[in-house]
Nanobody, 124 residues
Framework: QVQLVESGGGSVQAGGSLRLSCAAS????????MAWFRQAPGKTREGVAA????????YYADSVKGRFTISQDNAKDTVYLQMNSLKPEDTAMYYC?????????????????WGQGIQVTVSS
């Protein structure tokens, strides 16, 4: 059974930074992609970033390009989301997700595995 566990969330002022981590366990093969989603109250879950292996191809939502960076440590089976220049509109529950058989990385319904989510709050 695959488990994804997020950590690193919290509260920060606008302009600040946070780094989220997602540790995967119970999985022996490459899981593609690894992605981050977020969901604010009253809004649908949206794709933030994804990374594919091998090769390390990355994809980002337009709203976070240039501010967020997704990376992966294969040896630790961990994916990270470095979030810089945070804005109040980045406030949401952030989820780690893994594995789609095909389709677009930003479609939440395609993912097989999800973490429990972690809160990120950005104050103005």
């Amino acid at each position: 059974q695959v488990q994804l566990v997020e950590s690193g969330g919290g509260s920060v002022q606008a302009g600040g930074s946070l780094r989220l981590s997602c540790a995967a366990s119970g999985y022996t093969a490459n899981h593609n992609p690894m992605a981050w989603f977020r969901q604010a109250p009253g809004k649908t879950r949206e794709g933030v970033a994804a990374i594919y292996t091998p090769g390390g191809r990355t994809y980002y939502a337009d709203s976070v390009k240039g501010r967020f960076t997704i990376s992966q440590d294969n040896a630790k089976d961990t994916v990270y989301l470095q979030m810089n220049s945070l804005k109040p509109e980045d406030t949401a529950m952030y989820y780690c997700a893994a594995d789609i058989l095909g389709g677009s990385w930003y479609v939440a319904a395609l993912y097989n595995y999800w973490g429990q989510g972690i809160q990120v709050t950005v104050s103005s």
